[in-house]
């Protein structure tokens, strides 16, 4: 079983819908919730960033973490095409800098 | 332009052959990681070095080594190159690689093994 899963999708939405996108992991050590965003043949780029349990919004974007249950969460609000992307939730805790990410999901945003 | 800078973007090569791919961390970064992306395992993890130092090792092959250089550029070495190794290796560089610290990454060299 892997530290972090991710449903991979693809996820189709039309324009303006809100998107939930989840992963869940096992390793309670982690502390640091990251969710990427990775356009096509591109480097992963850092969308939002949380400590421990909580929720955390930057405009769109809300992410959420639920320490308890080992499951974060982000949400896009009002979609648009240019959210098409793969959307990487990664995670971090003792194990020095490195995160482990998620297979990562897919998303589609139609006009 | 995350400010991390990988060269080549693309290295076509045949299998047994070695390559150098090679990254250049984000201005004032002192930490830099190598990570691996296939479509069937996704972004792994392989390794981290901290001011010229290893810090912490994923799941790298023994054909693969890398190393930071005093002008902390990093550069990843493939070895006896097999059909597998084809992937995007994505290198990545934070300020002084603590647990809680957030990764830039460069856009990636894609490595195909012919």
């Known amino acids: 079983q892997k530290e972090v899963e991710q449903d991979p999708g693809p996820l189709s939405v039309p324009e303006g819908a809100i998107v939930s996108l989840n992963c869940t992991y096992s390793?309670?050590?982690?502390?640091?919730f990251m969710w990427y965003r990775q356009y096509s043949r591109k480097g992963p780029e850092l969308l939002m960033y949380?400590?421990?349990?909580g929720n955390k919004e930057d405009g769109r974007f809300t992410a959420q973490v639920d320490k308890s249950s080992k499951y974060i969460s982000l949400f896009i609000r009002d979609s648009q095409p240019s959210d098409s992307a793969t959307y990487l939730c990664?995670?971090?805790?003792?194990?020095?800098?490195?995160?482990?990410f998620g297979q990562g999901t897919e998303l589609s945003v139609k006009p | 332009d995350s400010g991390v800078t990988q060269t080549p973007k693309h290295l076509i090569t045949a299998t047994g052959q070695r390559v150098t791919l090679r990254c250049s961390p984000r201005?004032?970064?002192?930490?830099v990681y190598w990570y691996q992306q296939s479509l069937d395992q996704g972004l792994q993890f392989l390794i981290q070095?901290?001011?010229?130092?290893?810090?912490a090792k994923g799941n790298i092959l023994e054909r693969f080594s890398a190393q930071q250089f005093p002008d902390l550029h990093s550069e990843l070495n493939l070895s006896s190159l097999e059909l597998g190794d084809s992937a995007l290796y994505f290198c990545?560089?934070?300020?002084?690689?603590?647990?809680?610290?957030?990764?830039?990454f460069g856009s990636g060299t894609q490595l195909s093994v012919l």
């Open positions: 990545a560089s934070s300020v002084d690689g603590s647990t809680n610290e957030k990764l830039f």
């Open positions: 390793n309670s050590a982690f502390q640091y």
């Open positions: 949380t400590y421990s349990s």
């Open positions: 990664a995670m971090s805790g003792n194990q020095g800098g490195k995160l482990i």
């Open positions: 201005s004032g970064d002192l930490s």
């Open positions: 070095y901290y001011n010229g130092e290893e810090r």
